[in-house]
């Protein structure tokens, strides 16, 4: 099975919008929402049937159990995370490094600390099917650190329910840090959704940069390209100049916005200047992926 | 004063809102928190800037004294420590700085060194004083060069906190101790539902907050809707406006560059003010 992410480095380039409308054209394939921090695809692919709905289980926290606990103040002092004050856990800023719990002097009668690991949900993960294919995807909860263990929770859900398809596309996160890292490990085909303008330019570099660390094929594609003709021009330079291919540019529509309001892929209005060359997009990459579907 | 600029959705407009509004703001320092891609200073092109390197401290083992206890192995929650070959190896990336396995080694055969995972640089642009950071490529978390950007903050000045995509770590660190949140919408369904996830995060930190509504394109009903069920006063409206995003895309301050476009701006630090005092 040939696997596909679609990053971006930039927020907001495009990367939902254009993985929607390829999930809808490709045949025989699995999918996944690995942009676990703010997942947008299940807004569009909202009627599915729930095949397992469940809390992940990331990291651990600490807990302070008061009974035991003779107020020393040396999980307080040896905490880096300043997740311990005034005797008090807050939760939110424990990395659950168990640093407070190996250190506590006291314990209860069983040998438990005062202050210990446990048990924590960093959000929920669901594999769902629509129309006989396996969509896989999470939610962390919120100011969560362990996105890219859940990230990889939703990879790994995704090829449990592996059949006989020949393809996986994966939605991934904005930004180059674990999440993204998580998403490009083992992954041999890349888009890049990126956005002709200052910023996007520099945020393309940097992810660019990044997947260079993997053994990941780049490909990108230029979204809203005549928002800035200039701009487009020096993305066709940069990508001439490293070596990857531009596989479409896609022109700004103010219908995409209202179709994707509307619940649906680009796509389903294949009259649309955006709809075109997506579907060329897709015949390329059919291509290049060396896939017949 | 502390404002974060925030709102889950990537590329709604949190860079565009903070840039212009430490432009139009008297005494305003531009804090760029979304270190794994900062756009801030491709606008304010900050000169003479003073670099700093953010380090975290690190283990390394010295061999000679390790015995292959395996102590710290077991230790380490996230895996950054293996004894393979009959050596300890430490996974760099993986390590998380708690400390833990240097402190419990029973031959003090780990202490911990200094490892760069990016920089800051503070600098100036037409007396915007400008702080923004950098995350190394390849490296997990930004959260510790976050730290360095929010430390020593000046809150008799009007500090704009430019924040990450996302609901998470980076996130959390940013929008600490804010004195108030401004939530940017695109009015769509995605933008619409990501701002549910920040909404959610400044309420559990129990900031005041308030929303922009950005690329307005006439038709802004789901994200008004969304803000009137939550009660989440609206305290501006940026159009979409061809002009105004050729020069954003070009790297141009737009309030700098246009009277009618400062003017939409300053209306909106009007109201963030008013909130504050309140």
Redesign the interface.
């Given at each position: 099975m040939k696997q596909l992410v679609i990053l971006s480095g930039k927020g907001g380039t495009g990367k939902t919008t254009l993985a929607v409308s390829l999930i809808k054209l490709a045949k025989n394939k699995m999918f996944a929402d690995c942009d676990v921090d703010a997942p947008n695809v299940k807004l569009i692919f909202e009627d599915t049937e729930i095949l397992e709905e469940k809390p992940y289980f990331g990291l651990k926290k600490a807990f302070k159990y008061e009974d035991i606990c003779i107020d020393c103040g040396k999980c307080e002092e040896l905490c880096r995370f300043n997740a311990i004050k005034d005797g008090v856990v807050n939760i939110n800023y424990c990395e659950g490094c168990g640093v407070c719990e190996r250190f506590c002097p006291v314990s209860d009668d069983q040998g438990r600390k005062a202050i210990r690991l446990e048990d924590d949900s960093s959000g929920t993960t669901r594999i769902e099917k629509l129309n006989n294919e396996i969509f896989s995807n999470a939610n962390l909860k919120i100011g969560n650190g362990a996105s890219g263990k859940l990230v990889t929770e939703v990879r790994k859900n995704m090829y449990r329910y592996k059949t006989d398809e020949n393809l996986a596309i994966i939605d991934g996160s904005p930004g180059i840090g674990c999440p993204v890292i998580a998403s490009l490990t083992g992954i041999e085909y890349c888009v890049l959704v990126a956005e002709p303008s200052i910023s996007g330019i520099h945020d393309m570099i940097r992810i660019l940069e990044t997947s260079k660390n993997f053994s990941t094929k780049c490909f990108i594609v230029i979204n809203k390209y005549d928002n800035n003709f200039e701009k487009t021009n020096d993305i066709e330079d940069i990508a001439k100049e490293k070596g990857v291919e531009v596989l479409g540019k896609i022109p700004f529509d103010e219908r995409v916005v209202r179709i994707t309001n509307k619940g649906k892929p680009v796509v389903d209005n294949p009259d649309t200047e955006a709809a075109k060359e997506i579907i060329n997009i897709w015949n390329k990459l059919k291509n290049r992926l060396n896939i017949v579907n | 004063m502390k404002i974060s600029v925030l709102s889950?959705?990537?590329?709604?407009g949190k860079?565009f809102l903070s840039v212009n509004l430490s432009q139009v703001a008297s005494d305003s320092v531009y804090i760029d928190c979304?270190v794994?891609?900062p756009?801030g200073n491709?606008?304010f092109k900050a000169k003479d800037s003073k670099i700093k390197n953010v380090d975290v401290p690190v283990p390394v083992v010295d061999q000679d004294k390790c015995t292959g206890c395996k102590k710290c192995v077991e230790?380490c929650?996230?895996n950054a420590l293996a004894y393979v070959g009959g050596k300890l190896k430490i996974f760099n990336e993986l390590c998380?700085?708690?400390?833990?396995c240097s402190?419990?080694c029973p031959e003090n055969a780990l202490k911990e060194i200094n490892r760069t995972i990016g920089k800051v640089e503070f600098g100036f642009s037409d007396g915007i004083q400008i702080k923004t950071g950098e995350?190394n490529?390849?490296?997990?978390?930004?959260v510790p060069i976050i730290e360095k950007l929010l430390e020593d903050m000046d809150y008799s000045k009007n500090n704009i906190i430019d924040c990450?995509?996302?609901?998470?770590?980076?996130?959390?660190e940013s929008i600490k101790g804010s004195d108030f949140s401004l939530l940017v919408i695109?009015p769509?369904?995605?933008g619409v539902?990501?701002i549910n996830?920040v909404y959610?995060?400044v309420k559990?930190f129990d900031i005041p907050y308030g929303a922009v509504i950005n690329k307005d394109?006439g038709d802004s009903k789901?994200a008004e809707e969304f803000c009137e069920k939550n009660n989440i006063k609206i305290l501006g409206k940026i159009p979409y406006d061809e002009e105004m995003?050729?020069l954003?895309?070009?790297?141009y301050i737009v309030a700098k560059e246009n009277k009618k476009f400062e003017k939409i701006f300053k209306e909106i630090l009007d109201k963030i003010e008013k909130e504050v005092r309140l």
């Amino acid at each position: 099975m040939k696997q596909l992410v679609i990053l971006s480095g930039k927020g907001g380039t495009g990367k939902t919008t254009l993985a929607v409308s390829l999930i809808k054209l490709a045949k025989n394939k699995m999918f996944a929402d690995c942009d676990v921090d703010a997942p947008n695809v299940k807004l569009i692919f909202e009627d599915t049937e729930i095949l397992e709905e469940k809390p992940y289980f990331g990291l651990k926290k600490a807990f302070k159990y008061e009974d035991i606990c003779i107020d020393c103040g040396k999980c307080e002092e040896l905490c880096r995370f300043n997740a311990i004050k005034d005797g008090v856990v807050n939760i939110n800023y424990c990395e659950g490094c168990g640093v407070c719990e190996r250190f506590c002097p006291v314990s209860d009668d069983q040998g438990r600390k005062a202050i210990r690991l446990e048990d924590d949900s960093s959000g929920t993960t669901r594999i769902e099917k629509l129309n006989n294919e396996i969509f896989s995807n999470a939610n962390l909860k919120i100011g969560n650190g362990a996105s890219g263990k859940l990230v990889t929770e939703v990879r790994k859900n995704m090829y449990r329910y592996k059949t006989d398809e020949n393809l996986a596309i994966i939605d991934g996160s904005p930004g180059i840090g674990c999440p993204v890292i998580a998403s490009l490990t083992g992954i041999e085909y890349c888009v890049l959704v990126a956005e002709p303008s200052i910023s996007g330019i520099h945020d393309m570099i940097r992810i660019l940069e990044t997947s260079k660390n993997f053994s990941t094929k780049c490909f990108i594609v230029i979204n809203k390209y005549d928002n800035n003709f200039e701009k487009t021009n020096d993305i066709e330079d940069i990508a001439k100049e490293k070596g990857v291919e531009v596989l479409g540019k896609i022109p700004f529509d103010e219908r995409v916005v209202r179709i994707t309001n509307k619940g649906k892929p680009v796509v389903d209005n294949p009259d649309t200047e955006a709809a075109k060359e997506i579907i060329n997009i897709w015949n390329k990459l059919k291509n290049r992926l060396n896939i017949v579907n | 004063m502390k404002i974060s600029v925030l709102s889950g959705k990537g590329g709604t407009g949190k860079t565009f809102l903070s840039v212009n509004l430490s432009q139009v703001a008297s005494d305003s320092v531009y804090i760029d928190c979304d270190v794994e891609e900062p756009n801030g200073n491709l606008y304010f092109k900050a000169k003479d800037s003073k670099i700093k390197n953010v380090d975290v401290p690190v283990p390394v083992v010295d061999q000679d004294k390790c015995t292959g206890c395996k102590k710290c192995v077991e230790f380490c929650q996230f895996n950054a420590l293996a004894y393979v070959g009959g050596k300890l190896k430490i996974f760099n990336e993986l390590c998380h700085s708690c400390g833990g396995c240097s402190l419990l080694c029973p031959e003090n055969a780990l202490k911990e060194i200094n490892r760069t995972i990016g920089k800051v640089e503070f600098g100036f642009s037409d007396g915007i004083q400008i702080k923004t950071g950098e995350l190394n490529i390849g490296e997990a978390t930004g959260v510790p060069i976050i730290e360095k950007l929010l430390e020593d903050m000046d809150y008799s000045k009007n500090n704009i906190i430019d924040c990450p995509p996302g609901s998470s770590c980076q996130v959390m660190e940013s929008i600490k101790g804010s004195d108030f949140s401004l939530l940017v919408i695109e009015p769509t369904k995605f933008g619409v539902h990501n701002i549910n996830l920040v909404y959610e995060l400044v309420k559990i930190f129990d900031i005041p907050y308030g929303a922009v509504i950005n690329k307005d394109m006439g038709d802004s009903k789901i994200a008004e809707e969304f803000c009137e069920k939550n009660n989440i006063k609206i305290l501006g409206k940026i159009p979409y406006d061809e002009e105004m995003g050729k020069l954003n895309s070009d790297g141009y301050i737009v309030a700098k560059e246009n009277k009618k476009f400062e003017k939409i701006f300053k209306e909106i630090l009007d109201k963030i003010e008013k909130e504050v005092r309140l």
